[in-house]
């Protein structure tokens, strides 16, 4: 039961997919979206549920 050719690209499709996916979480985590910053400003006060962490 040897898929073969058409077998092998579709696990090297699926493995570059998958680094992708994971490439682009790791890239999300590290850097947050520009909207999620917490300012330090002492004007505004971020809306409730987005509460900036000490640190």
């Not at 994971?22 to 947050?32: H, K």
């Not at 004007?43 to 000490?54: E, I, K, M, Q, W």
């Amino acid at each position: 039961m040897n898929g073969g050719a058409p077998m092998r690209i579709g696990w090297i499709c699926l493995a570059a997919v998958s680094a992708g996916i994971l490439g682009f979480g790791i890239v999300v985590a590290v850097v947050p979206p520009a909207g999620t910053r917490c300012s330090t400003a002492p004007t505004r006060s971020p809306p409730p549920g987005l509460a900036c962490s000490a640190g």
